[in-house]
């Protein structure tokens, strides 16, 4: 059963790090147009202002004054979500997964 330790171990991180990416990592009500990911000036003209909500996938979500949502970035999926958790969370864990 030893030889399916590996698999287990990649799998448990896999759904922790699934779990960890929902969860909100900032928050941002602003009407900048200068954003780091801000490829939309268009949404702060005029004293317009947005709530940027940025989760641990890497994924920000826009919500427009006029109530749509914009989305930038992409999300972490598979070995690269499981690094950045690991990463994030306790730099001390083994990658060897």
Sequence with gaps: ???YKQAVNKQRL?????EWAKS???LHVHSLDSMWYDNRPEDTENGKSVTDV???SGLIERKLSNGKTVYFGQKLRGED???EFIRRT???VSLEV
Excluded at 14 to 18: G, I, K, Q, T, V
Aim: glycine share 0%.
């Design 1 to 3: 059963m030893t030889q």
């Design 14 to 18: 896999l759904l922790e790090a699934e």
């Design 24 to 26: 909100v990592k900032s």
């Design 54 to 56: 940025e989760y641990n």
């Design 81 to 83: 979500l499981i690094r």
């Design 90 to 92: 306790s730099p001390a």
